[in-house]
């Protein structure tokens, strides 16, 4: 909880722009508070409002968050050496409360990939604070959305909100140079219907990503004399 504690000042930010969004978009008041609860993405919530509100299909909503989720692939393949002892229902409790930053912190504090008593309860301690700040901010965006004027400039504090916590995730050649091709392929497809520009830019950033790991030289293991 120590470790997320600044963090969540950020979360908090971000939540309250994606509570508000939702019902400035149109959406009820019940169905934001539903969304809020059972979605916890807000990226993906972001991304699908204006898609929701525009009557757009339901496959290019459905494939736009799930584009914008398929990060979670690779938490979840990450952590599987971590987690594989715990039964079903158990993993399945610590999927939904999984976000970007306490997969963040959690690698940080465990960088070696074996079971530890500690490790659950390292989770759910960052976890719990995360959501906590998060679904808070969120509902108190949803209830007095209609009361917060958009001269406030909120819309900008969560754009910078998520900004850090984007530049948080990156570490490494291949992740930033994937940052930066998905910004440029955000802004030259934005003229594409339906904000598909986001789905362009999380192709495009994959793709150069995938292409940087394959084509980067490993390591190698020195081969120890038999003899």
Not at 165 to 173: E, F, H, I, M
Request: one cysteine or more; charged letters at 10%.
């Amino acid at each position: 909880m120590r470790d997320m504690a600044g963090i969540a000042v950020g979360i908090a930010a971000w939540g309250l722009v994606t509570g508000v969004s939702m019902v400035k978009s149109g959406m009820g008041v019940p169905l934001a508070v539903f969304m809020s609860v059972m979605v916890f993405a807000g990226s993906a919530q972001l991304a699908t409002m204006p898609l929701i509100a525009g009557g757009a299909p339901l496959w290019v909503i459905w494939t736009t968050a799930a584009c914008i989720n398929l990060r979670f692939v690779i938490f979840s393949a990450s952590w599987r050496p971590y987690l594989v002892p715990y039964p079903l229902s158990q993993r399945l409790r610590v999927a939904y409360f999984t976000a970007d930053l306490n997969y963040v912190m959690f690698m940080r504090r465990f960088p070696d990939p074996r079971p530890a008593p500690e490790q659950l309860p390292y989770f759910w301690g960052g976890s719990m604070t995360n959501w906590a700040s998060w679904q808070v901010s969120s509902l108190i965006g949803i209830f007095l959305a209609e009361s917060i004027p958009t001269s406030w400039g909120i819309g900008f504090a969560g754009t910078l909100a998520l900004l850090g916590l984007t530049c948080s995730l990156l570490a490494g050649r291949a992740t930033w140079v994937a940052a930066g091709v998905s910004a440029c392929a955000a802004v030259a497809a934005y003229a594409l219907p339906l904000k598909l520009n986001v789905v362009a830019a999380i192709a495009a950033a994959v793709a150069i990503g995938m292409l940087i790991d394959h084509t980067t030289t490993k390591p190698t293991m020195p081969v120890e004399d038999a003899t």
